[in-house]
């Protein structure tokens, strides 16, 4: 079992409304990543980090953002919540390199109203 | 450029019998690949993964796949389904040139009968 944790698991939260996703990992990886899961679907990343203060957008453009200030911290924050956000959030991480195995958590599952 | 096709979003098999997930890819370079299972309300977790070593490659709980360059594929298989195998399976492939590329696939749900 892989020790990469997310809070929320889940919420439920009003248009405008600034949330924060946190994910943490005690593997003391180097790579983090942010994926967005629509139900029944692929994966799409939306943001990735090489190590302390590095962040880079994935494919998947996303009105999101996140920091990395610690190796085992990497959250991500909407400022304002719309409906278009609601969607499974995974995080990720990897030891190596970025296209090493990748460590998931449970993810967050966020619906706007 | 870099893509995964899973050419079935649903297989539904009896216990006991063999299980094929079908995965083509395109890459421009030597790609890794890669095969996750999503349980429900669980993150991802790898069953197995090729990195230009071994063309098959064995992963956890009976899952095997077989990288085939001239057909561009990396079917997953197994030998004899069980009940717990039931799940969304994704093929990824990824590589770091020209900038850091992970493709998932649509993924395929297993469904498994008794």
């Known amino acids: 079992e892989a020790d990469i944790y997310q809070t929320p698991r889940y919420l439920v939260i009003g248009t405008g409304k600034k949330i924060t996703l946190e994910c943490s990992q005690t593997m003391g990886h180097d790579k983090m990543y942010w994926y967005q899961q629509d139900p029944g679907m692929e994966l799409h990343l939306i943001h990735y980090s090489y190590g302390v203060n590095s962040t880079e957008k994935g494919d998947l453009s996303s009105e999101s953002t996140v920091s990395r200030i610690r190796t085992e911290h990497f959250p991500l924050t909407l400022e304002s919540a719309r409906p278009s956000h609601t969607s499974q959030y995974l995080c990720?991480?990897?030891?190596?390199?970025?296209?090493?195995?990748?460590?998931f958590g449970p993810g967050t599952r966020l619906t706007v109203l | 450029a870099q893509s995964v096709t899973q050419l079935d979003s649903h297989v539904s098999v009896s216990e006991g019998t063999p299980v094929l997930l079908r995965c083509n890819y395109s890459s421009s370079y030597s790609p890794s690949l890669f095969w996750y299972v999503q349980h429900p309300n669980k993150g991802l977790q790898l069953l197995l993964k090729?990195?230009?070593?071994?063309?098959l490659v064995k992963g956890i709980n009976g899952f095997e796949a077989e990288f085939k360059k001239s057909e561009t594929s990396f079917h997953l298989t197994k030998p004899s389904a069980h009940m717990s195998d039931a799940a969304e399976y994704f093929c990824v492939v990824s590589d770091s040139t020209g900038g850091f590329k992970t493709i998932f696939g649509a993924g395929t749900r297993l469904f498994v009968k008794a």
């Open positions: 090729y990195t230009s070593a071994a063309t």
């Open positions: 990720a991480s990897s030891e190596f390199s970025l296209t090493d195995t990748q460590y």
